[in-house]
């Protein structure tokens, strides 16, 4: 069955640097643009960046743009989402997402979910 994996998460001060894994398996990593969302205490969760399958098509929520960079390993089946200058407000659970095809910030077109990594950024 497919899985995805988040890692990197944790507590990290202001200004400080974090970089998220996720480890798929169970599917053609390739064929699958790959999202990030989170999801913040009390708030909906939104939508972070997602890159596609080749990895050369990138888009990032105007909340991050600028301070975070996803790259994908088609050959290790993971993703990353590396994020720099951190706020308090990037406090959140960071879930990865698969959905087959074309890249979309749409979590509802998402097929697959990871389980979530809990990043705390302190002031």
């Known amino acids: 069955q497919v899985q995805l994996v988040e890692s990197g998460g944790g507590l990290v001060q202001a200004g400080g640097s974090l970089r998220l894994s996720c480890a798929a398996s169970g599917l053609t990593f390739s064929s699958y643009a790959m999202g990030w969302f989170r999801q913040a205490p009390g708030k909906d969760r939104e939508f972070v960046g997602t890159?596609?399958?080749?990895?050369?098509?990138?888009s990032y929520a105007d909340s991050v743009k600028g301070r975070c960079t996803l790259s994908r390993d088609n050959a290790k089946n993971t993703v990353y989402l590396q994020m720099n200058s951190l706020k308090p407000e990037d406090t959140a659970v960071y879930y990865c997402?698969?959905?087959?095809?074309?890249?979309?910030?749409?979590?509802?077109?998402?097929?697959?979910w990871g389980q979530g990594t809990q990043v705390t950024v302190s002031s």
């Open positions: 997402a698969a959905k087959w095809g074309d890249y979309s910030d749409s979590e509802e077109l998402m097929n697959y």
């Open positions: 890159i596609s399958g080749g990895g050369a098509l990138k």
